[in-house]
């Protein structure tokens, strides 16, 4: 089965890490340089090259590292709501404006503090494309020692792995639910493992073809399917949430 072995795949290559010390923050943010700004052009160059904005200040992220290696690969955050600011619009708000169907109203018991945003996930090119090898800490490039593994493979494992990470971060934070701007495509090979992304808006042009997604506790919960959610608690079992920033997020 497809599920199968693409948990399996990431179990044996992969294990996703909290990005809760600063040294760890900092390889998050290189990664992002990396993917968005030097390769995809889609945020400026930094002097430092790392990427960073305003949202990484009340964010939980994690890496994800490529076990064979010892190289991280890629990552992703969380956007929590800002306590300083409650009422202060997600990124994907401003992205939809009026195409969005989705409103945020305390009296229905829907304010921003109880939902987040996924956001920045990135996946380095050698591991989008890795006929090419690893680039190691040393400088040296080295080619994936992956058996019999398919490479081609190794992709949805990691992106499937990644939104399953920071959705137990999500669920440790006691979210309602999450929102992320994702291509259709993506929500529908998500779909396929009972990750089942609601679209809450219209089909907008933001670095590609993009809409806003929604997905509830509840609906994850009663529709994973069931060699994800084992994987799921896998991950659970890894991650910690950081508790100071459990503290600065109100929770």
């Not at 020692?145 to 081609?152: N, S």
């Not at 493979?153 to 006691?174: N, V």
């Not at 509830?216 to 890894?238: A, F, P, V």
């Amino acid at each position: 089965m497809i599920h199968q072995s693409l948990t399996d795949l990431f179990q044996t290559h992969f294990e996703v890490i909290p990005a809760d010390e600063e040294h760890l923050l900092e390889k998050v943010y290189r990664i992002r340089h990396q993917v968005y700004c030097e390769e995809l052009g889609f945020e400026p160059h930094q002097v430092n090259q790392m990427e960073q904005d305003e949202a990484d200040k009340h964010s939980i992220h994690c890496l994800l590292l490529h076990k064979p290696t010892g190289v991280y690969v890629g990552c992703v955050r969380l956007i929590l709501s800002d306590q300083r600011a409650p009422d202060a619009v997600f990124p994907f708000e401003k992205t939809c404006a009026q195409s969005l169907r989705w409103v945020f109203d305390k009296s229905t018991g829907t304010c921003r503090k109880r939902y987040g945003e996924i956001s920045r996930l990135a996946i380095i090119s050698e591991f989008r494309r890795p006929r090419h090898g690893v680039l190691m800490a040393n400088g040296s490039i080295e080619k994936l020692d992956m058996g019999d593994v398919d490479a081609r493979k190794l992709f949805p494992s990691m992106a499937l792995g990644l939104y399953l990470a920071i959705t137990a971060m999500g669920l440790d934070q006691g979210l309602d639910g999450v929102f992320a701007m994702m291509e259709p495509r993506l929500a529908r090979q998500l779909h396929g493992f009972g990750i089942h992304f609601e679209q809450v808006g219209d089909v907008v042009e933001h670095r590609g073809v993009r809409a806003p997604y929604y997905i509830s506790r509840h609906s994850l919960l009663d529709n994973l399917k069931l060699e994800c959610r084992n994987l799921l608690t896998r991950i659970q079992d890894c991650l910690t949430v950081p508790q100071a920033l459990v503290l600065k997020s109100g929770r």
